[in-house]
């Protein structure tokens, strides 16, 4: 018997790490003349830009928050059909729904999760030209999309795209160039989303970003994510004085707030250590998993896997899958461990289905459904406790046998 065959406390799959240093950044926020719109915003947005690669960051309230504006500056609207992944977290689809849009979705690649391209270019070339208006890849678990082949077939049928990388900053795919590929650096998607919520790799409680390379979109989200209210005078129809705003489109208030940008610059800061110990702990769980036949690891994209042995998975999820899933979950929880699943399909939600899906429309989707657990991956989880939580899976999978 290990000391950690009795836990005291859980240990949970994901989980934000602040340290002394972030609560400081808040703290010193607080002191200032800023709670809201403050210089820690266009801080946290240049920083954040910087990061991933692209040229154009805009803060807003959270992740669900960046996927409306998106939805918005894209034009989504009644007559839109927009297409994503059922593997996913709701509010990549419901953007679609906001705006009163229709959502499509395509299946899985079952070896990965991510939508299945190949799927994707029969469902769109099924169609005539317009019958689609763009396409919301997920990077899923942290697995990035190959963004650079959806691009093609977007040009192809003149489909936008919105990459949800809430699963996958700092991560990337290799190009058919050789270069390596930022997720949400806008190289290939008009738009990309982040979340900073806490179970996220940056965690500022609420907290969201699109990043983007195109100028007049930035420019729309800027409008969208404060009322649609501008005070610039270059863009102001009349100018009665230095009082004077006008609101031009009919926008939200999804804006973050000053001290919750100041911690995220903070996290940010961490961002490559907190990734870099995530990839460690990717590599002790495969390890372990090695050769154990009822244990499946969910694979990584091939674009993501680099010669010189790097990957590109971000590594927001270790999802694993197995025959008796409920009961490994239910294991596991008897023994203080909170394993998660990561997704149930968008479209058997009661709300999807009232709209017309059905269970067994998307058989990968599901079928990967009923077997994936993500395990606990969080860049503080210890060695002892991930050492527990593979004794304890392995310790199911060899007596459900
Ligand atoms: C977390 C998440 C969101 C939503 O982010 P919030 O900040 O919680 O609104 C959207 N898509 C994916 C894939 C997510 O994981």
């Known amino acids: 018997m290990t000391q950690h065959s009795e836990l ?28 809201t719109q403050g210089p820690k915003v266009a801080e946290f947005e240049q920083a ?4 991933v690669g692209a040229k154009y960051a805009v803060a807003v309230s959270n992740g669900t928050a960046a996927l409306h504006l998106c939805a918005m500056a894209l ?38 999760a991510l939508i299945d391209l190949d799927k994707l270019r029969q469902m ?39 990459e949800d990388a809430c699963h996958a900053p700092g991560g990337y795919f290799t190009d058919s160039r050789g270069e390596r590929q930022l997720c949400g650096n806008g190289r290939y998607a008009d738009l990309a989303i982040f979340s900073f919520h806490p179970v996220k790799h940056i965690a500022t409680g609420e907290g969201g970003m699109v990043t983007t390379n195109d100028e007049e979109l930035y420019k729309k989200l800027l ?17 009665h004085g230095g009082w004077y705003m006008e609101m031009q489109a009919l ?13 995220g610059i903070s996290q ?41 042995g790097g990957t590109g998975h971000a590594y927001h999820l270790y999802v694993i899958q197995v025959q008796d899933r409920k009961g490994l979950y239910d294991f596991l929880r008897e023994h203080n461990i909170f394993a998660q699943v990561h997704y149930i399909p968008a479209h058997t939600m009661p709300y999807y289905r009232s709209l017309g899906y059905r269970k067994g429309d998307f058989p990968e989707a599901e079928h990967y459904y009923s077997q994936c657990l993500s395990l606990p991956m969080y860049p503080t ?21």
């Open 48 to 51: 954040f830009a910087q990061y």
């Open 75 to 112: 034009g989504v609207n009644e007559g839109s059909c927009v297409i994503t992944t059922p593997i996913t977290f709701v509010a990549s689809a419901n953007c679609v729904r906001y705006c009163g849009g229709t959502v499509e979705f395509c299946d899985i690649d079952p070896a990965t």
């Open 268 to 308: 940010l800061s961490r961002a490559d250590e907190g990734l870099a110990r995530r990839k460690e702990i990717a590599q002790v769980y495969d390890a372990a998993f090695e050769g154990f036949a009822s244990i499946a690891v969910l694979g990584t994209s091939p674009g993501a896997l680099d010669e010189k």
């Open 223 to 239: 409008l969208y994510r404060t009322h649609g209210i501008t005070r610039d005078p270059a863009l102001l129809e009349e100018n």
């Open 124 to 162: 769109v070339e099924s169609k005539p030209k317009g019958y689609y208006s763009g396409v919301i890849p997920v990077d899923f678990a942290g697995n990035p999309v190959n963004l650079e082949e959806l691009r093609k077939l977007a040009d192809e049928h003149g489909l936008w795209i919105i």
């Open 8 to 35: 005291s406390t859980p240990i949970p799959y994901g989980r934000q790490h602040i340290t002394e240093v972030d609560i400081q950044a808040v703290v010193e926020t607080l002191q200032s003349d800023f709670l």
């Open 251 to 263: 926008g939200y208030n999804y804006r973050m707030p000053d001290m919750l940008c100041a911690l």
């Open 381 to 401: 989880l210890t060695a002892d406790e991930q050492r527990f939580v593979i004794e304890k899976v392995k310790e199911f999978v060899a007596n459900d046998n």
